[in-house]
């Protein structure tokens, strides 16, 4: 009776998958009025991550930890943003 053995091995590289941010939807909001809504996102690896923005309109802020987006546009900010 014949045998052989060979050994081999099998390295399976971490793909890091990015963070995916949920829909945000279209929202308005009048002058001098309080807009606010909480940034919702999924990680399919269970990494922790942060929210973070460039280019806010000057007065606009968001909390990298818990993904809440606060701004009151003044009389001068009545225009479209759009969010990429």
Same mark, same amino acid.
């Given at each position: 009776?014949?045998? *052989?053995? $060979?050994?081999?091995?099998?390295?399976?590289?971490?793909?890091?998958?990015?963070?995916? +941010?949920?829909?945000? #939807? *279209?929202?308005?909001? !009048?002058?001098?009025? +309080? +807009? *606010?809504?909480?940034?919702? !996102?999924?990680?399919?690896?269970?990494?922790d991550?942060?929210?973070?923005?460039? #280019?806010?309109?000057? #007065?606009?802020?968001?909390?990298? *930890?818990?993904?809440?987006?606060?701004?009151?546009?003044?009389?001068? $900010?009545?225009e479209?943003y759009?969010?990429?």
């Open positions: 009776m014949r045998t *052989d053995s $060979q050994e081999w091995e099998i390295n399976v590289d971490n793909t890091n998958r990015p963070p995916v +941010l949920d829909a945000i #939807g *279209d929202r308005t909001v !009048a002058e001098n009025t +309080l +807009l *606010d809504f909480t940034l919702t !996102a999924t990680d399919e690896d269970n990494d991550f942060t929210f973070s923005a460039t #280019g806010l309109p000057t #007065g606009a802020e968001l909390n990298e *930890d818990t993904g809440v987006f606060a701004w009151t546009p003044d009389f001068t $900010q009545a479209t759009s969010v990429i």
